[in-house]
């Protein structure tokens, strides 16, 4: 591991500080950057409840733990976060500019040799990367899922410009996190993954526009058939519904027809059912 020994993740909420975590376990060395101490500090405090449910199951020595956390440095500084710094995961908010403001930061202050990868769940790589010029080669899509330290998939994403070295890099780094590895070969909306779980809910959506069953039948159908550890719509809820309607909008905008979003789902958008969020969605979450 010792050429993807020191790990920078930019961006300290769900994902990143799952990121982090995972890479600290798997004795990378880590910094873990976001905008003020403030996000920081509850990063950290989710690390510390995570690690102790490792404890507690038994997954992690209790010695261990205070090694794991010693491996992880916070800044709120980029620059001095990334200096020394072997390969980069972004995890900032889900926007174009906002992600290529932050990587051009990056290039300026990492390492030449220093591998970018992106936790986009669905902007384009080339697009992300088009903001660092001849640096474009190094930015590759590194989509973990939620939540990081336990899903066992790395959907690795390839942009017009990733060089094959930066595909093999961010392969030996997800397999130094113990996970396994899909690579999306062409830069498409909605990569692999993403493409599947809006097919599968909007399925479910359809089934109830048809009355065809009761929410919970169609997520027991699911699970029990499919093995899901969760249904299409109980996720649905989990995540946002109004996330999920502009996952749909923009695949609807790349695919056509086959990802048009259910009206159902404008509606429980528009009515504000939002799901877990705002305390109703298929479910009652109040
Ligand atoms: P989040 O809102 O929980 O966290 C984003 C964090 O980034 C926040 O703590 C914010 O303060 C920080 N941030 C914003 N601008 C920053 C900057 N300039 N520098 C440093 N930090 C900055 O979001 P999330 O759910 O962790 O998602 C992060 C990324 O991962 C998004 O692109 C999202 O689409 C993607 N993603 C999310 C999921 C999921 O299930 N939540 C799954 C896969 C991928």
Do not use: W
């Not at 509850?42 to 995570?50: K, P």
Request: aromatic share 4%; glycine share 8%.
């Amino acid at each position: 591991m010792t050429d993807l020994q020191r790990v920078a993740v930019i961006g300290g909420g769900v994902m990143g500080n799952g990121i982090a975590q995972l890479s600290a376990m798997k004795g990378h060395d880590v910094r873990l950057v976001d905008v003020s101490q403030e996000r920081l500090d509850s990063a950290l405090a989710s690390i510390g409840t995570s690690l102790d449910r490792f404890v507690k199951s038994g997954k992690l020595d209790a010695g261990d733990r205070a090694d794991v956390l010693d491996r992880l440095r916070t800044t709120t500084s980029v620059a001095d976060a990334v200096s020394d710094v072997d390969l980069v995961v972004e995890a900032v908010l889900e926007r174009l500019d906002v992600k290529q403001a932050v990587l051009a930061e990056v290039v300026a202050h990492a390492p030449v040799a220093a591998v970018l990868g992106t936790n986009t769940s669905q902007l384009s790589i080339t697009a992300i990367a088009s903001a660092l010029g001849d640096e474009a080669h190094r930015v590759v899509g590194m989509h973990f899922f939620n939540p990081a330290v336990l899903m066992r998939l790395v959907e690795l994403v390839v942009g017009l410009e990733t060089s094959p070295e930066t595909l093999a890099r961010a392969e030996a780094y997800a397999a130094s996190l113990g996970k396994e590895t899909v690579v999306c070969r062409k830069d498409s909306p909605g990569f692999l993954t993403s493409r599947f779980s809006a097919i599968l809910r909007m399925e479910a959506l359809h089934m109830l526009e048809e009355g065809l069953a009761t929410p919970e039948d169609i997520d027991k159908a699911v699970k029990l058939a499919f093995n899901h550890p969760m249904g299409p719509l109980e996720l649905g809820d989990f995540n946002g519904l109004d996330t999920y309607l502009d996952a749909l909008t923009g695949l609807h905008a790349a695919h056509g027809e086959r990802f048009r979003p259910p009206v159902e789902l404008k509606n429980m958008v528009a009515a504000g059912r939002l799901g877990r969020k705002s305390g109703r969605g298929f479910y009652d979450h109040s």
